[in-house]
Nanobody, 126 residues
Framework: QLQLVESGGGLVQAGDSLRLSCASS????????MGWFRQAPGKEREFVAGISSSGLSTYYADSVKGRFTIARDNAKNTVYLQMNSLKPEETAVYYC???????????????????WGQGTQVTVSS
């Protein structure tokens, strides 16, 4: 069983940066593919970024490419999401998720992920 706890959310202004962290407790974190998702008020949850278990491969939603960076530190059992040039429409609850096995052709599919954190709120003011 893997437990995930997100942190680093907060209130920022448009154009600012923020780094989210997702700490894992449980065995074999390094064996899991990881993803970040977000859910804005009144909208469905959407994929933001994903990273393979080794960290060698990363995947991004088109809307965040070039501004967001996902990374992981397997020694610290933590995955990060660096978010730059934030926009007001990116206000959302951000979730991290872990996948035992994942089809990286479809990292945006929520069903690929086995464990989810509780989320951290990111609010971007204009």
């Amino acid at each position: 069983q893997l437990q995930l706890v997100e942190s680093g959310g907060g209130l920022v202004q448009a154009g600012d940066s923020l780094r989210l962290s997702c700490a894992s407790s449980g065995p074999n974190f390094r064996n899991y593919g990881m993803g970040w998702f977000r859910q804005a008020p009144g909208k469905e949850r959407e994929f933001v970024a994903g990273i393979s278990s080794s960290g060698l491969s990363t995947y991004y939603a088109d809307s965040v490419k070039g501004r967001f960076t996902i990374a992981r530190d397997n020694a610290k059992n933590t995955v990060y999401l660096q978010m730059n040039s934030l926009k007001p429409e990116e206000t959302a609850v951000y979730y991290c998720a872990a996948a035992v096995t994942i089809n990286w052709l479809r990292p945006e599919e929520e069903k690929e992920y086995d464990y989810w954190g509780q989320g951290t709120q990111v609010t971007v003011s204009s």
